[in-house]
């Protein structure tokens, strides 16, 4: 202990001077005491002395002394235990081996508790600190729980890490490159021989499909000592066999693939099963089979084209269409239009307004539906009142002049992309006919095709876009599309030109936008089981602005029917739900809600599989426990070795406590003890004084 003054030390001198100062002054030739004179000397001395003390360290106390202390801190050192809880675990130990690995496993943690303080953890995907094992964990991750300890235990006197694993890892990164502080001692469990075993490997093939497709599913197949046998796999969907296949297992490590088709002929997400027959002796049967998931949507899009009346580039357009089968078209004629554009993402109008029908009920139609809408004009068009129905392109004439215009392609057209053949091909075309007069684009239109008019290429455009505030349209200026098909078929003996420029351009137009009011989204359709899924609504009023005041409700439902009520939590301006604990199986969910007196309402659906990564790799992995042991300075240990690893320990020098040495420096004045010692010696004084009757 230190005293450590802020001023001169000499200033102590001035505070003794103080106190002798102070209590002459009270008791020199002082008579105030009703005893004899010899004893009233003494009693002045003594009370003359407290008075001295009690001064002079209330002086010294204003000079602002400090105490500066040693602390010795000890750290006790720390052995962390970690164990893999994995399924795979138990797949390279007998019963028992396991009951041997256990009882040399607790004698040697109670040797090494007698010394060291001992913290437990399990691991599997996740890390928990506990001692508690089930192996039931569905996957791996050795990096991650490595780094967490490793996080956990930063700066602290760790004398080592056990790590008893079989090596084996199937999510996260690979464990040799983490990074780890401490000695790991890795203890190997499992089996490095390989098992006789017949496994599906992975399956490869689209999770999203669309309605009619056929889709390819491409398996992996591995089997392990049972040359000359046969792979017996089968597909199932709905508990009913659709599949099967008989291949020969040509070696004592055989790995082939093989593959099934499966038309996607339902909407929905479909379960689909994958089995191998079981060999005698195999070490697991989990991985003879997997499930796998394809959702299936419905992608065909309707297309109404409203006509003037019959026409041969009606039917170029057509042909077109049909070849495509996310393409439904639909033909109506002016004089027979049915009003309800709901059904269609895209309308093409064909030469309306006309010169004998204006086709009001049509236009009327457009402007409140606001569908995608694309006008191809011709020479029964009525460009004045053209110009009234739409803002793509403005066309000043006499409906009675006609140029003979053949397309050019703008090289800054954005929009889409043409093929460098259909660009050459567009070259070759013939004209068709557009009319004569001044063309002025309206706002936000992009011209894809103009018009070259014998051998002058003109700005006038033949083909132009518009974007206006999400609803896109276009108008082709032109009547002989028939022409440019039949001619493209003449040159190259194909239509692959001409179909590129219909399809693009449909493609485009009827690309489609989400203008439901309440949406509900899983963040993926399969996950595995225990996996968190995350459920997100939004809530959107007139002007598409979200909102969330009203309360939203889910409901999801098993394939079995059983039914998991949900309320959405509310986030900043939107909903959420998340869960991870419902069981496997397929799901169908509706979320439903109310706003400005209107229900609505939003479903879905996903699906839950076993998670089966620990059966898809056996052999256990020593290699890695080895490398990742050398690369920190600690040891690999096998099952035998247990009992010299807790000697090992017990006698290694450098796992000691830790010795922090540390000062403290405190003001004189805060310690309690010094404000007890001052009224200690005026109280005595006080009452010595009123004992012999000085006042």
């Known amino acids: ?36 004179q010899k004893n009233s000397n003494w009693i002045k001395r003594g009370l003359a002395l407290l008075r001295f003390l009690s001064g002079s360290l209330i002086a010294f106390l204003l000079l602002s002394p400090f105490i500066k202390s040693k602390h010795i801190d000890k750290i006790d050192p720390v052995i962390v235990y970690m164990h893999d809880n994995s399924e795979s675990i138990l797949l390279g130990l007998s019963s028992e081996d396991s009951a041997a690995y256990i009882a040399s496993t607790n004698v040697m943690l109670t040797r090494l508790g007698e010394k060291y303080q001992i913290d437990y953890f399990t691991f599997d995907e996740k890390i928990k600190e506990n001692d508690t094992l089930d192996f039931k964990g569905k996957s791996s991750n050795l990096s991650y729980a490595l780094e967490q300890v490793n996080g956990l235990y930063f700066n602290q006197n760790v004398g080592a890490v056990l790590f008893a694993s079989d090596g084996i890892y199937n999510q996260g990164t690979n464990p040799i490159y983490s990074d780890f502080s401490f000695p790991l001692y890795t203890i190997a469990l499992g089996d490095t021989n390989q098992q006789t075993d017949v496994k599906i490997v992975a399956t490869r093939h689209n999770k999203l499909a669309y309605l009619d497709d056929e889709i390819q599913v491409d398996i992996d197949l591995q089997a392990n000592h049972l040359q000359g046998n046969n792979y017996q796999l089968s597909l199932f969907y709905k508990g009913n066999k659709i599949g099967n296949k008989t291949i020969a297992i040509q070696k004592d490590f055989d790995e082939q693939s093989t593959s099934f088709k499966v038309k996607a002929d339902a909407i929905g997400i479909h379960n689909y099963t994958l089995s191998l027959q079981s060999h005698e002796g195999e070490i697991s049967t989990t991985n003879n089979s997997l499930n796998f998931y394809i959702e299936v949507i419905d992608n065909r899009q309707q297309i109404l084209l409203v006509a003037n009346g019959p026409h041969p580039d009606i039917a170029a357009i057509k042909s077109v ?3 495509n089968k996310n393409f439904e078209l639909d033909i109506q004629y002016a004089n027979k239009f049915q009003g309800d554009l709901d059904p269609y993402s895209l309308v093409i109008v064909h030469q309306l307004p006309s010169t004998n029908q ?15 809408t694309w006008f191809i004009t011709g020479k029964a068009s009525a460009y004045h009142l053209f110009n009234q129905e739409q803002s793509i392109i403005s066309i000043e004439g006499d409906d009675k002049n006609t140029n003979d215009a053949s397309p050019y392609f703008n090289i800054r057209f954005s929009n889409f992309s043409l093929s460098e053949s259909t660009i050459n091909q567009m070259k070759k075309l013939p004209p068709v006919v557009t009319p004569f007069g001044n063309y002025s684009p309206g706002a936000n239109t992009t011209i894809a095709f103009k018009q070259k008019i014998g051998t002058v290429q003109t700005d006038f455009p033949l083909l132009a876009f518009q974007d206006n505030f999400g609803t896109r349209s276009a108008v082709f200026i032109g009547d002989g599309l028939w022409r ?13 030109a001409f179909n590129e420029i219909i399809e693009k351009t449909l493609n485009y137009l009827a690309l489609k936008g989400d203008k439901r009011k309440f949406r509900v989204n899983t963040n993926k359709n399969a996950f595995y089981e225990g996996e968190t899924i995350q459920f997100e609504a939004e809530l959107y009023n007139e002007n598409y602005e979200l909102v969330n005041e009203p309360e939203a409700n889910l409901i999801v439902i098993h394939e079995d029917g059983q039914e998991f009520p949900f309320t959405f939590n509310k986030t900043a301006k939107a909903y959420q739900y998340e869960s991870s604990s419902l069981p496997i199986g397929n799901y169908s969910y509706k979320a439903k809600t109310s706003f400005n007196s209107k229900s609505l309402s939003a479903s879905g659906a996903f699906s839950i599989t076993a998670m089966q990564l620990e059966s898809l790799q056996t052999k256990a992995n020593h290699h890695l426990l080895r490398k990742i042991a050398g690369n920190t300075k600690g040891k690999f240990i096998s099952i035998d070795g247990l009992e010299s690893l807790s000697e090992n320990l017990i006698n290694q020098e450098n796992i000691k406590p830790i010795l922090y040495e540390s000062f403290k420096t405190r003001p004189i004045i805060n310690l309690f003890g010094i404000f007890f010692v001052i009224m200690s010696l005026l109280s005595i004084e006080w009452f010595a004084r009123k004992w012999f009757g000085a006042y």
């Open 1 to 36: 202990m230190e005293l450590i003054l802020s001023y001169p030390s000499w200033f102590i001198l001035f505070c003794l001077a103080l106190g002798v100062l102070y209590a002459g002054t009270l008791y020199f030739k002082s008579n105030h005491f009703s005893v004899d």
């Open 484 to 496: 440019w098909k039949l001619h493209d078929y003449l040159e190259s003996g194909s239509n692959e």
């Open 358 to 372: 204006g086709a009001k009920t049509v236009f009327s139609a457009l402007k409140a539906s606001k569908t995608p």
């Open 321 to 323: 269409i049909e070849l």
